[in-house]
């Protein structure tokens, strides 16, 4: 069952049109990779399908509905989330506040507080420092905390805006090796990441956006594979 359909969605920044007519989509339980390079409109893409942004043209339905009077915070409520590009921790708040914060939607406690020891089983660093202010940790530590609050919302579809960016080579395997976890518990993931080999990976399926349009999709082993994507992202 298809979770999140995209038809001709276009974005305008002023006369700059950053999106050009995208179609995609995601199903039910799927992890799809975004791939690009700088500027290539896949943060706008991200933010719009989360609310951020207001598409000029084209359509998004999510479980079968459309989302185009829909806002940011009802899409929340809706099983939507997005782990943002550069984090977006709340610097002053402790790892267990910014936990807290990501079921600001929700009102049953004890469920929350089960998703809560949940999220620090599944990321056992972030245990370690529940006391500690969110802007004291590492880049890699404040990842965890992103990727931690925006599932305490329960999210059906987990939207993942570049989680490598920064971070050292151990913490980059431990973020996806997250990455992999959460997909196998059933959440569906559209993650945007520049590390094409890496997304690649551990994706099912995969789309190349070039200049704020899609030119490649297909199975992530085929993309892999193909000429174009070596030679564009790989570095083959």
């Given amino acids: 069952m298809l979770l999140l359909t995209v038809e001709n969605l276009k974005v305008s920044y002023g006369g700059i049109q950053a999106l050009k007519g995208i179609d995609l989509h995601l199903a039910q339980g799927e992890l799809v990779t975004l791939i690009g390079s700088n500027g290539a409109g896949k943060t706008t893409l991200l933010k719009t399908l989360a609310g951020l942004l207001h598409p000029s043209a084209g359509k998004i339905h999510y479980t079968g509905e459309s989302l185009q009077h829909c806002a940011a915070h009802q899409r929340v409520r809706k099983g939507m989330a997005l782990v943002p590009e550069g984090r977006g921790v709340f610097a002053r708040l402790t790892v267990q506040e910014n936990l807290q914060m990501g079921a600001y939607s929700r009102s049953d406690q004890h469920e929350i507080s089960a998703d809560l020891a949940r999220m620090y089983e599944l ?5 370690e420092r529940k006391n500690q202010l969110a802007g004291t940790l590492s880049g890699g530590e404040q990842q ?4 931690a609050r925006a599932l305490m919302s329960r999210p059906k579809l987990l939207m993942l ?6 971070l050292a080579p151990m913490m980059v ?4 090796d997250t990455i992999r976890d959460i ?9 945007v990441e520049q590390n094409a080999r890496l997304a690649l990976q551990v994706a099912q399926r995969g789309y190349v956006l070039e200049s704020g349009a899609i030119t490649l999709s297909g199975a992530a082993s085929e993309l892999l594979g193909s000429d174009a994507v070596q030679t564009a992202y790989l570095g083959c």
């Fill in 183 to 191: 997909s196998a518990q059933g959440v569906s993931i559209l993650l």
């Fill in 144 to 147: 965890m905390v992103a990727m």
């Fill in 161 to 166: 805006d570049e989680p490598s960016m920064g």
């Fill in 173 to 176: 395997a431990k973020i996806f």
């Fill in 123 to 127: 990321f056992p660093r972030l245990a």
